[in-house]
């Protein structure tokens, strides 16, 4: 169903084609006509076979229309408010006409489809054809044209041209309705930018703009890019500017014709796999799928501005524009949404995930977005027509639904990958104290099995999505786990998708590690050699350069008969000068041994583009002065790309100190700070002020005081270790965005507590381990999200956001006895998908405006859940279990939920499930709400309906 209010009787006209959108469709069913707002898009859901209508200025699920049967792989492509469902099983097409939302019959039968304003093309790679469509008919426009590419390297320019280059050959085809050009050895890689086509050839590395008409090169330039790079190319639809995401270095590369290309933008800490940028209003959006995050760059400033997590764990989502609104969709689940130029998402469940057949789909809000909203609206959205594929109905979930943050993950071995008929074991293993005791497998082939672990081998190939359903040992069951096997046929033959070289640019004197990634059948037998003289017989081997040079190091795997090969060349940079005690660098540099340094700086940085490896050794001192440090980057002017790593730094007052500095790495390292000096509190493993694009990773920070970011620093640490000895944490302060991913952390703080009170920092935790006694005090924005972690006390000025974090007393760490959340100031705030057990009081909020949703108390001795006061709060869809039992027979309030409040406060106490507690299941005061349900609690329900479940 369509809300009246939203979703008028008369068509929007339909603007021109920017771009083509490449999703996932389905089938559609009689309904009135829709009013399309300006940025609708047509989402792909192949779970359950529908193409799902997100309107971007609302974020609300408009329409859902069946296009194939549940599970079959979608795709859709979108030319205004027209939807193409492309079924990558049987080939067939369904067209979604935008303004009835009634679908033709499925027709065709194509391996790929590209759609433009004046024809869809429908590509038979068996035949090596292209056939123009009409877009309405789906009829043939002319004779096809022949082809030789897949299209997987394809666009359509300003004029609804099919431009089509195939990346092994170089060769460039180009389609409009009667006529078919071509020319060779165009490039590699191919864009559209401000409507015309343009090349990159990495070989060369040069980038070329094409006439559209001709195909010939228009204007050329050089860009910044090597040969082995690993890229995907974007274009600006208004500018003669291209986008380059260099995946196999982490970055950003944007280049304009007639001009040249900006300095790259780091992306994180080295390889990734990113996908092309999308850009919206100067501000390139480029997609992580290793992340399942997307990082925001000013494409004038050439600053990231935020990274946003997406999804909780790797996927290849879709990220695509409409009118200027930009949506990010995954097509194997329900997840999907809407994003904004300052990392606001607006989330989307396109259908119930728990049970997709039935129900509505959801609306959720994201705490970035500090706008006041509404709960999310009670309105159905449209389904398409009864037929072949059922329409989603149903009255919704009536067993019992998921409940808290993820609990379980999937294990497999020996690897993700095998051949048809070959065993892989599967496990599913808990991520928190509260165990597993059932699992229920899907293999993503049509059979499943039970048991926490399990064997099995497919009998065809292809990718498998893996799914386990977990019941919990209280009884209720987990969120769902997925992952995916590719499986291959078991005569494929081996083949060597790349070779790895790390570090990439090495130096003489170097251990350099090199591994090939290896498809298809398992090797027998392996063989490398440099220069080619042998060097090693396994998968792996490490290798030191003695002179400098170009070299060719090869490898070669033999499976039975079959026999394959692959070689890539490796310069290695002469040896850096020696380094002592008080040095200046202004070049690359490396230790040959420990320094115990007796001045106040041990070593300083002082120009662009220096490596300092520390060769494994340590710089310390025996007398550290109020103003020490170890390494020092700082110079008159902003110093920039500075690499610190392998080794470790102790003992000073600062480990690290950077000033005015910009795109700073820091790997492999040890930072510890001295003991106070005298009465002063200053140690501090590493302090940055005004500093850009920190990245810090796998390392190891501690001392008297973890770390100080100030005055406008950007820092992300990840993947490491921090900790200190006292009460000093870590601080981030005056306008600073602090970022701590994948870490253990155990601080008596992390805050941005300053003595002039100044509200300006954010901090962001996510993905890691948590001992930590205070987050957010004096912070502007608080993000802690999906952490393993002890009871807190988290404080958030203005927006908060607390999802996805198993929350508990067993664990063996410095810990609070409760959890405390205050957000009595902040405008905006999401409590969501965490689980709290095993503490006194599960968790105790104070104030919040936002939503406390889909959370889940188990075991905690006294309450819960404890709410006190609330604005404007929804408490909506929390599982309550066996709290209270401490207080059994006290007087006092114990139980499930407990909200005490003034009257004037406006609480919705809502669709909640409380079961088994001593006590209260539910005790609310001046609340209301409904739907909530009561079942073994020793007091049921007071202030609020209950009913059975």
């Not at 919990?472 to 291959?488: D, N, W």
């Not at 110093?639 to 700073?664: E, M, P, W, Y």
């Not at 954010?762 to 001992?771: K, P």
Request: hydrophobic share 40%; proline share 7%.
């Amino acid at each position: 169903m369509i809300k009246a209010k939203r979703w008028a009787a008369a068509v929007a006209a339909v603007t021109c084609l920017a771009g083509v959108v490449v999703l996932g469709m389905d089938k559609a069913h009689h309904a009135p006509r829709v009013r399309l707002h300006g940025g609708a898009a047509w989402l792909a859901s192949s779970k359950v076979g529908q193409l799902t209508l997100l309107d971007g200025a609302s974020a609300e699920v408009a329409a859902r229309v069946p296009v194939a049967p549940p599970g079959v792989p979608i795709r859709a492509s979108q030319v205004g408010s027209t939807g193409y469902a492309h079924n990558l099983v049987d080939g067939s097409v369904v067209r979604v006409d935008g303004a009835t939302l009634q679908p033709s019959a499925p027709t065709l039968s194509t391996a790929r489809l590209f759609a433009t304003p004046q024809a869809l093309y429908a590509l038979d790679s068996d035949r090596g054809l292209v056939t123009p469509l009409d877009p309405v008919t789906l009829t043939p426009l002319g004779a096809p044209h022949s082809l030789t590419a897949n299209g997987d390297n394809s666009i359509v320019d300003g004029n609804g041209r099919l431009w089509t280059l195939d990346p092994r050959t170089g060769d460039l085809t180009w389609f409009s309705l009667n006529t078919q050009h071509s020319r060779t050895g165009a490039g590699t890689a191919l864009a559209v930018a401000d409507g015309r086509p343009v090349t990159l050839d990495l070989t060369r590395r040069r980038a070329e703009l094409l006439d559209p008409e001709t195909g010939s090169v228009y204007e050329s330039m050089p860009v910044g890019v090597r040969s082995d790079d690993t890229v995907a190319v974007a274009g600006s639809p208004g500018k003669r500017r291209i986008l380059i995401s260099v995946a196999s270095r982490g970055l950003l590369l944007v280049c304009e014709f007639g001009a040249s290309c900006k300095n790259p933008v780091p992306l994180g800490a080295g390889k990734a796999d990113l996908g092309a940028a999308v850009e919206v209003g100067d501000h390139a959006i480029v997609p992580d799928y290793s992340t399942g995050r997307v990082w925001i760059v000013n494409l004038e400033s050439m600053r990231v501005v935020v990274q946003r997590q997406l999804f909780d764990h790797p996927v290849r989502f879709e990220l695509l524009t409409r009118d200027g609104v930009v949506f990010y969709n995954d097509r194997d689940s329900a997840e999907a949404g809407i994003l904004d130029l300052n990392g606001n998402l607006r989330a989307v469940s396109k259908y119930n995930p728990v049970k997709p057949e039935s129900g509505p789909a959801q609306v959720a809000v994201d705490s970035r977005d500090t706008s006041r909203r509404q709960p999310p609206s009670t309105g159905r959205p449209r389904s398409g027509p009864p037929g072949a594929v059922p329409p989603v109905r149903g009255p919704g979930v009536t067993e019992p639904a998921p409940v808290g943050a993820p609990m379980a993950d999937i294990v497999i071995k020996p690897r993700n990958r095998g051949l048809v008929g070959e065993e892989l074991e599967l496990a599913v293993v808990a991520r928190s104290p509260i165990g597993l005791a059932t699992a229920q497998w899907t293999f993503g082939d049509g059979t499943s099995a039970t048991g926490l672990v399990v064997r099995h081998q497919w009998d065809r190939a292809g990718e498998f999505q893996v799914s386990v359903a977990t019941t919990l040992t209280i009884g209720l069951p987990a969120p769902v786990a997925t992952a995916t096997v590719v499986i291959e046929p078991a005569d494929a033959p081996p083949r060597i998708a790349g070779i790895s070289v790390d570090p990439e640019a090495p130096r003489v004197g170097e251990v350099v590690r090199f591994g090939a990634e290896v498809t298809g059948r398992r090797p027998d037998r392996w063989e490398w050699a440099v220069q080619g003289e042998p060097a090693s017989s396994g998968p792996e081997f490490r290798h030191t350069f003695t002179s400098p040079g170009t070299y060719t190091v090869s490898v070669a795997v033999t499976a039975g008969a079959m026999r394959v090969q692959q070689s890539r060349q490796v310069t290695v940079a002469p040896e850096p000068p020696p380094v002592g005690c008080g040095d200046v660098l202004v070049a690359s540099a490396v230790l040959k041994s420990d320094l115990v340094c007796p001045q106040e700086i041990g070593l300083t940085i002082g120009a662009d583009n220096v490596t300092l490896d520390l060769g494994g050794y340590s710089i310390t001192t025996g007398n550290p002065t109020e103003n020490s440090a170890g390494i020092k980057v700082a110079g008159p002017a902003v110093v920039r790309n500075t690499t610190i790593k392998n080794g470790s730094v102790r003992d000073f007052t600062s480990g690290i100190a950077l000033s005015n500095v910009a795109g700073v790495k820091i790997s492999h390292v040890g930072l510890s700070a001295s003991q106070p000096i005298g009465s002063l509190y200053k140690g501090v493993a590493i302090r940055a002020a005004n500093a850009q694009g920190v990245s810090i990773s796998d390392a190891s920070i501690g001392g008297h005081a973890a770390f100080t970011f100030q005055d406008s620093s950007e820092v992300t640490i990840s993947d490491s270790k921090v900790e200190d000895r006292v009460a000093a944490g870590g601080k981030c302060l005056n306008r600073s965005s602090c970022t701590i991913l994948r870490s253990t952390v155990m601080l008596h703080s992390v805050g941005c507590a300053n003595a002039a009170h100044d509200v300006s920092s954010a901090i962001h935790i996510e993905g890691g381990v948590l001992g930590v006694w205070n987050i957010g005090d004096i912070c502007r924005s608080v993000i802690v999200r999906n952490n393993t972690m002890t009871p807190a006390r988290i404080t958030a000025d203005r927006a908060l956001e607390f999802a996805g974090n198993t929350v508990s007393h067993k664990h063996n760490w410095p810990k609070r006895n409760d959890m405390e959340i205050f957000a009595e100031n902040a405008t905006s705030s999401l409590i969501a998908d965490n689980t709290f057990s095993e503490m006194q009081v599960g968790l105790t909020v104070h104030g919040p405006t936002g939503s406390v949703m889909r959370n889940a108390f188990f075991g905690n001795h006294i309450i819960g859940l404890k709410a006190l006061h609330g604005r404007s709060m929804l408490i909506s869809e929390n599982t309550f279990v066996a709290n209270g039992p401490y207080y059994k027979g006290s007087p006092m309030h114990h139980g499930g939920l407990i909200y005490t409040a003034d009257r004037n406060d406006q609480v919705s106490i809502s669709n909640n499930r409380a079961r088994d507690n001593t006590g209260y299941g539910i005790y609310a005061e001046n609340a209301g709400g409904d739907g909530n349900t009561t079942s073994g609690d020793e007091k049921g329900c007071v202030g609020v309906v209950c009913v059975p479940p």
